[in-house]
């Protein structure tokens, strides 16, 4: 242990960072208002409405609302293959840029992309510009939706986080609603997509950008119990890479998640294309467009209440919401198989109108759709969230989540790009949603708890040292006796030696004392599995 010639930190110093749960005055006037967590809710949703809802709307006419769908396909493929590749360091991103600014860069894609497509409609023989937009849609939406998971799970209470993933949810698809409203005017007697329609939606988009300037700065704002949304930190990019496997390292049950993960995006595919697109003519996409987003807000509030329920418990919530999804899938998938048995690739000719008798039972099946699409979407954001309270770990959970969602989806699309049959497509979006949920259900049973211990998932910033450390083997073996796993960068704690800052965190957590800490340049993580108590080392 050598000295760098500055002063030390003493052990209150050490102690004085611990986290401690404070009870904050709510405000008042205006700021009442302003800092709410359910208005910043709502800005954060119509961030989502003007961007990645209309994308939606866009996409759920089947192909883009064009007739050739290839070069809406690829465009997807690559989209999602550089969302699959930012999502995994967004959370990282997020946590050094900052919230807002994550939004805004994450916004910006939407806007290209949709121009893009009213290029195309005009000067179709650019295909690789509709590709090229999708690719940097991907890195852009990475990192908007990784910076909306973790504030949207931050800024609600234990027992509100369905009720604000339900009312976000519920305003980003009224932008799919919105959308496929205006194409649905714009199109109504046209058999292809109108450019007034791109122009509108590029209009729109443009406004969202301007929105994530509007947002409250999350360090003040509070919560309805009293307590402060706690702001992600914004260590060395090293650390925050450090966190990702460290995330996987202290809670591997997050790994029974990403089946789930990988086939949220996976049945977009044959629901847009395959079914949307193959069947309908572009009036009756534009009104199945429309009535596809209704039903979403129906379902996510739905399943948002249910996970509420405080008069139930929580593990039986989780259940129940799992229960409620498996036999979502079952219904919807047993009832389209007698449909896509009736058609191919090489076989659909006659589109289906509105005025046509096939036209109302094939509805009801795509708002089925629609339903299962929330309730799975709602749900997974519900088990990531009971499994933490802490924004910059929930941060790398919506990363992987997205990570995988994307990386299913570009596979999914290039698929269709490459026309394979729609009945492969259509067994293997069921195959998956049912395997999401059965390795789903372990972690439901070993994870989900009544409450989430705060000490569970406590990342504390610490100070930078003014002491370079080298813990000697004699430490090393103090720490492994006390059941501590220890992982140290180049600088320090600090402390004077391992005994030190074991006296600094006992004073700071009292009798829940931790046994098991993870320290790098900025990060502690403390886990209260058993008394940190040490055992006589053998010599």
């Known amino acids: 242990m050598t000295n760098s010639g500055r002063s030390h930190t003493t052990d209150d110093d050490a102690a004085s960072v611990m986290h401690s749960v404070e009870i904050h005055p709510q405000y008042r006037g205006f700021k009442a208002v302003y800092y709410n967590?359910?208005?910043?809710?709502?800005?954060?949703?119509?961030v989502c409405f003007m961007g990645p809802g209309l994308?939606?709307?866009l996409n759920g006419l089947g192909g883009?609302?064009?007739?050739?769908?290839?070069?809406?396909?690829?465009?997807?493929?690559?989209?999602y293959a550089t969302f699959a590749v930012a999502a995994?360091?967004?959370g990282s991103i997020n946590n050094v840029l900052g919230s807002r600014l994550t939004l805004l860069l994450g916004t910006t894609g939407y806007s290209l992309y949709i121009g893009s497509y009213l290029a195309y409609n005009?000067?179709?023989?650019i295909g690789a510009f509709v590709i090229a937009s999708g690719a940097y849609l991907g890195v852009s939406a990475g990192l908007l939706w990784t910076a909306q998971g973790s504030l949207m799970l931050a800024y609600p209470t234990e027992d509100q986080k369905g009720k604000f993933i339900g009312i976000f949810w519920s305003i980003f698809n009224l932008g799919g609603v919105v959308g496929a409203a205006v194409s649905l005017g714009n199109n109504f007697d046209n058999t292809v997509f109108s450019n007034g329609t791109y122009i509108g939606f590029l209009v729109l988009t443009g406004i969202g950008c301007l929105i994530p300037l509007l947002m409250a700065n999350p360090t003040k704002m509070i919560r309805s119990d009293g307590t402060r949304v706690v702001t992600p930190r914004h260590p060395s990019w090293k650390t925050e890479f450090e966190g990702l496997w460290i995330t996987l390292r202290t809670d591997p049950y997050i790994v029974l998640l990403f089946p789930m993960f990988f086939a949220s995006n996976w049945f977009y595919t044959w629901q847009f294309n395959d079914y949307n697109g193959a069947l309908f003519t572009i009036r009756a996409r534009a009104l199945n467009n429309l009535i596809y987003w209704l039903s979403q807000i129906v379902g996510s509030v739905s399943i948002g209440?249910?996970?509420?329920?405080?008069?139930?418990?929580?593990?039986?919530?989780?259940?129940?919401?799992?229960c409620v999804l498996i036999v979502m899938v079952f219904v919807v998938h047993i009832w389209a198989y007698f449909y896509q048995r009736g058609y191919t690739r090489d076989t659909v000719q006659d589109k289906i109108d509105i005025h046509e008798s096939p036209y109302v039972s094939h509805l009801w099946l795509y708002i089925f759709c629609g339903l299962l699409d929330a309730m799975w979407q709602t749900t997974a954001y519900w088990f990531m969230g009971a499994m933490s309270n802490d924004p910059a770990k929930l941060a790398n959970f919506s990363g992987f989540y997205k990570s995988l969602q994307s990386a299913g989806a570009a596979g999914i699309w290039r698929g269709d790009a490459v026309k394979l049959p729609y009945m492969n497509m259509f067994i293997s979006t069921w195959v998956l949603l049912v395997a999401g949920l059965v390795f789903a259900l372990p972690m439901i049973h070993m994870r989900v708890k009544e409450t989430t211990e705060e000490m569970d998932d406590l990342y504390v910033p610490l100070p930078r040292a003014s002491l370079s450390l080298t813990f000697p083997f004699w430490a090393r073996e103090l720490l492994q006796s006390c059941n501590c796993f220890l992982?140290?960068?180049?600088?320090?704690?600090?402390?004077?030696?391992?005994l030190r800052m074991f006296d600094a965190l006992s004073a700071a957590y009292g009798h829940r004392r931790p046994s098991r800490f993870i320290l790098s340049d900025t990060?502690?993580?403390?886990?209260?599995?058993?008394?940190?108590?040490?055992?006589?080392?053998?010599?």
């Open 305 to 322: 209440f249910l996970l509420d329920q405080r008069s139930l418990s929580r593990r039986f919530r989780a259940f129940a919401g799992w």
């Open 55 to 57: 994308f939606n709307a």
């Open 64 to 79: 883009g609302g064009q007739v050739n769908p290839t070069t809406s396909a690829n465009a997807n493929s690559a989209l």
């Open 37 to 46: 967590p359910v208005i910043q809710v709502f800005f954060l949703g119509f």
């Open 88 to 90: 995994f360091f967004a």
């Open 122 to 125: 005009i000067h179709p023989n």
């Open 487 to 498: 992982f140290l960068s180049s600088s320090s704690l600090g402390l004077h030696s391992p």
């Open 523 to 539: 990060l502690l993580l403390a886990c209260p599995r058993r008394s940190l108590t040490p055992t006589p080392v053998s010599r």
